[in-house]
């Protein structure tokens, strides 16, 4: 980085290149975007990562749909159109305006937060996973009827089974399917003007949300079906990505590619901001003409900032390179488990905690309440928090009564099993004083 900063100072990236970007950028697209992605674009943070693949996305619908037509992709009538996307409940995509439009609504998106935010989007509740008393069990919404799943489709042994592919051919599979069919072809009958034109969504673990991991098969058959319509696929993974969930992509886990991803964090370690967002060959050309009006005119002056790029450089080297990452299961490429199964399990059976979400670098903890005690605004968990940071020397982030720990890629196993002891130790004994 000292290096970059003595070398190029500041950028203007705009018909200009240099090493870092270049060099990033093959990392990149060797990387997090193997065997799907040609293309990078920089930016500084996730939120506007978010937006920029909006724009993507929003552009390749149009073209594939006849919205915009020729090679100057002027507008095909005078149509009041209006695009929209598919998200799911529970969503954070970022706090810049168009991204906030893009998530369903929550306290991050109320009037006191956003007055204009209207919510531009169809929002499907998703069904979610978690560990209960040793059990990893599938959480259904209220729009499946249970009686419709064995017990076999609703309780795994473990997260393998979870994320296994044979899942596919389930009945919850099928369930899926007609679920979203269902709501994706009323939609599109409630108004001609309107077309769902992206799907976005963190994929399998929601963040600020709560750490709700989303059933991967869940996810799964909703790409397939957006892929079915020609609706583009955002994977917003500026959270999930760079080993956050025990592998460099969350798309590996999901077992289905994007369109478009968006990176940020983790992607340079986290010592600098710097952003990207991935896509395919088909997208890039969605904005190639003659006419400059037709480009992705989304201009930011820190695009490509050589010392962001030279971070994320070594970062992603660092990560990836069993020497220098002694987590890393190199012939499979993902970490070795990093929290201890007996003490997660512990944690799910203790009588306050309603369930327990741990992949990868997470542990997340939600301990059980209920009314005011429950939800992103509540100070159920403050005194916990108090004694984890004061007497353990444990920064844990609370989302209300949602409590957890989150270890770098490259944290020693034995530093996780320490510091979930003494919050497994804390919560046994928590008792909250109103």
């Not at 169809?122 to 069904?127: D, E, R």
């Not at 967002?277 to 050309?285: D, G, I, K, R, Y």
Request: charged letters at 20%; a negative charge.
């Amino acid at each position: 980085m000292g290096y970059a900063a003595a070398r190029y100072g500041h950028v203007m990236f705009p018909e200009n290149a240099h090493e870092p970007a270049l060099r990033c950028a093959e990392l990149l697209l060797g990387g997090v975007g193997k065997d799907w992605a040609s293309r990078v674009y920089y930016s500084d943070n996730g939120s506007t990562a978010i937006e920029i693949a909006l724009k993507m996305a929003f552009r390749k619908f149009s073209l594939d749909h006849g919205i915009l037509v020729g090679s100057d992709k002027s507008i095909s009538n005078e149509r009041n159109i209006q695009l929209k996307v598919l998200a799911l409940a529970g969503s954070y995509h970022g706090d810049t305006l168009g991204a906030m439009e893009a998530q369903a609504p929550s306290a991050y998106t109320s009037f006191l937060q956003q007055p204009w935010y209207s919510g531009r989007g169809l929002f499907l509740t998703p069904p979610t996973v978690f560990i209960k008393n040793e059990t990893c069990t599938l959480s259904l919404p209220q729009w499946i009827q249970h009686g419709h799943l064995s017990p076999g489709d609703k309780c795994f042994l473990s997260l393998a089974e979870v994320f296994c592919k044979t899942r596919d051919s389930s009945s919850a599979a099928d369930l899926y399917s007609i679920y979203i069919s269902q709501q994706l072809s009323e939609y599109s009958l409630s108004s001609n003007r309107e077309h769902i034109a992206a799907l976005i969504m963190e994929p399998v673990i929601q963040g600020a949300g709560g750490m709700h991991m989303i059933d991967p098969l869940f996810q799964r058959v909703l790409v397939q079906e957006c892929r079915n319509r020609k609706i583009p696929v955002i994977f917003d993974e500026v959270f999930t990505g760079f080993w956050r969930l025990g592998v460099e992509s969350a798309s590996e886990l999901l077992g289905c590619l994007p369109d478009i991803a968006c990176y940020a964090k983790l992607m340079t370690g986290g010592i600098i901001p710097l952003a990207a967002t991935v896509t395919t060959e088909a997208v890039f050309e969605a904005f190639e003409s003659d006419s400059k009006l037709t480009a992705l005119l989304h201009g930011h002056s820190y695009t490509a900032h050589a010392m962001g790029c030279s971070a994320a450089v070594k970062a992603i080297q660092w990560f990836r390179d069993p020497s220098t990452n002694s987590n890393l299961y190199f012939d499979q490429m993902k970490l070795n488990e990093l929290w201890d199964d007996t003490l997660v399990n512990q944690l799910s059976s203790l009588p306050n905690v309603r369930r327990v979400v741990s992949l990868g670098t997470l542990c997340a903890i939600e301990l059980k309440a209920d009314g005011s005690d429950a939800g992103y605004a509540s100070l159920y968990a403050r005194s916990l928090i108090q004694q984890l940071r004061e007497e353990d020397a444990i920064y844990v982030r609370p989302l209300g009564n949602v409590i957890y720990l989150m270890c770098g890629p490259c944290t020693a196993r034995d530093i996780c099993t320490e510091q979930l002891s003494k919050v497994y130790r804390r919560i046994s004994s928590f008792n909250p004083v109103h």
